[in-house]
């Protein structure tokens, strides 16, 4: 298995492009499904998580090309079967997200329950609420779901929580569903308007998509299109606080920096230095006054996404640190690792209370989530000594080529095997 060492690095310096978001080019890859025509989509992040969905719908019958500039070719001229496979659902919850477009264009779909992972039990319970809403016949046994329906027939459906999956599932089938469907106390992610955004310019007739209603005017048919996914928040966010927590200063190229608000917020707070251009985004630690308050919930609430590299961070500066994580039950797997490193950090129910050390000690460490690992590597870049990183497979899901952004940052880092 890989793993990464990674020496002291210091202050990390430079320039670092980010790339299209993970997020935003899953459901998109997953809506090509709604149409026989080419769809093309540009600033595609090459990733595991990208590549078993593109595989998810070559599985299907989708024929898909890359070409050099991460452009990627989808086109599903005819959908083959109507059970995603097993072994590719549970690589990757995501995976979930082809049960609207194939209930929408064949009228059915089976599919395996998609399994928890290591933040919480990921249930999808408000998707098939969703799809059921929209005239489905839902059905469930040995770990399949199964849903029918000769035409989907638009609805009114509130959301109980404002599920990113979910909002995105049941926009994809209501696209091509009969009449209107509005969807109540839906998520307003960036990556919720990006896939509304790639929809309308299929044909789809959506409105309200950001803002927690959003209304949908089901079309017969939808064609093929041209689209450029928006710049990964989550991406920009990781390397915003690899220069807080390294001391470093470092310009993010290809950002949108109305996604990146919390962030930015809670860092200056910190006493970082962030300037905002057209460019981008230039990020200087500055000299670390205050200890700072964090509560994650969903957008445009401070991300969840976001928090074991906050954690990480607050883990070497002046004070007592609080962290509350309100979005996914189990999602402070890094304490543990961070704390074996030298971190003071105690957890009480969903909160992190989290003493600011001088130095964190290169050691031994586990990624066991994506988000997790990537709060590793920033720690083990200031810790002292070398830090082993192992299941650093969870990183290579989400993060493009982000050992080697480190490494021209000047992060010390090597990928071994074995
Ligand atoms: C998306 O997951 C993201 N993944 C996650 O990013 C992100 O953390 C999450 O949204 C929240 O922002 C992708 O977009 C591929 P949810 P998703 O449905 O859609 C509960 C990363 O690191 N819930 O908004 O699965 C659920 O248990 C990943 O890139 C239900 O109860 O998130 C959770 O507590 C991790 N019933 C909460 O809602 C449902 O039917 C948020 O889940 C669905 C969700």
């Known amino acids: 298995m890989e793993r990464f060492i990674i020496e002291e690095s210091g202050p990390l310096r430079g320039r670092v492009r980010i790339s299209g978001s993970k997020n935003s080019v899953l459901p998109i890859i997953a809506a090509t499904l709604l149409t026989d025509e080419e769809c093309i989509i540009h600033d595609v992040p090459l990733l595991t998580d990208v590549l078993t969905m593109q595989n998810l719908i070559e599985d299907l019958g989708g024929r898909a090309s890359w070409d050099n500039d991460a452009n990627l070719a989808i086109r599903v001229s005819d959908i083959k079967k109507i059970q995603a496979s097993y072994e590719l659902c549970a690589k990757m919850r995501a995976?979930?997200?082809?049960?609207?477009?194939?209930?929408?264009?064949?009228?059915?779909?089976?599919?395996?329950?998609?399994?928890?992972?290591?933040?919480?039990?990921?249930?999808?319970?408000?998707?098939?609420?969703g799809l059921a809403a929209l005239g489905a016949e839902i059905s469930q046994e040995h770990g399949y779901v199964s849903a029918r329906a000769k035409k989907l027939v638009g609805a009114n459906i509130y959301l109980d929580f404002p599920s990113v999956g979910a909002t995105e599932n049941i926009m994809m089938a209501a696209a091509l569903a009969e009449g209107q469907t509005i969807i109540q106390n839906c998520a307003v992610e960036p990556e919720i308007v990006d896939l509304s955004n790639f929809?309308?310019?299929?044909?789809?007739?959506?409105?309200?998509?950001?803002?927690?209603?959003?209304?949908?005017?089901?079309?017969?048919?939808?064609?093929?299109?041209?689209?450029?996914?928006?710049?990964?928040?989550?991406?920009?966010?990781?390397?915003?606080?690899a220069a807080a927590i390294s001391r470093g200063e470092i310009f993010l190229e290809n950002v949108v920096t109305d996604h990146l608000k919390p962030a930015i917020a809670k860092l200056r707070e910190v006493g970082v230095e962030i300037e905002e251009s057209e460019e981008g985004l230039n990020v200087k630690s500055g000299s670390l006054r205050r200890p700072i308050d964090i509560k994650t919930l969903p957008y445009p609430g401070f991300p969840?996404?976001?928090?074991?590299?906050?954690?990480?961070?607050?883990?070497?500066?002046?004070?007592?640190?609080?962290?509350?994580?309100?979005?996914?039950?189990?999602?402070?797997?890094?304490?543990?690792?961070?704390?074996?490193?030298?971190?003071d950090i105690k957890i009480d129910s969903r909160s992190a209370i989290i003493e600011g050390v001088e130095k964190l000690?290169?050691?031994?460490?586990?990624?066991?989530?994506?988000?997790?690992?990537?709060?590793?590597?920033?720690?083990?870049?200031?810790?002292?000594?070398?830090?082993?990183?192992?299941?650093i497979y969870h990183i290579d899901r989400g993060y493009y080529r982000f050992d080697q952004k480190l490494r021209q940052l000047g992060g010390k880092i090597t990928r071994v095997n074995g």
């Open 199 to 241: 929809l309308t310019s299929m044909g789809a007739q959506i409105r309200g998509s950001g803002t927690d209603t959003i209304r949908i005017q089901g079309v017969n048919k939808l064609s093929g299109t041209n689209h450029n996914v928006i710049p990964d928040r989550i991406e920009a966010g990781t390397f915003m606080v």
């Open 95 to 129: 995976s979930f997200l082809v049960a609207g477009p194939i209930l929408a264009r064949m009228g059915e779909v089976k599919i395996s329950l998609p399994g928890g992972c290591a933040i919480g039990s990921r249930p999808v319970d408000l998707h098939l609420k």
């Open 361 to 391: 000690a290169g050691t031994q460490v586990k990624a066991s989530d994506l988000r997790a690992g990537a709060a590793l590597m920033l720690a083990a870049l200031t810790a002292a000594g070398t830090t082993e990183i192992h299941d």
């Open 304 to 343: 969840t996404d976001m928090q074991a590299q906050f954690v990480a961070f607050l883990a070497t500066t002046p004070g007592t640190n609080l962290v509350t994580e309100t979005v996914f039950e189990n999602r402070f797997m890094h304490v543990p690792e961070l704390v074996r490193m030298g971190a």
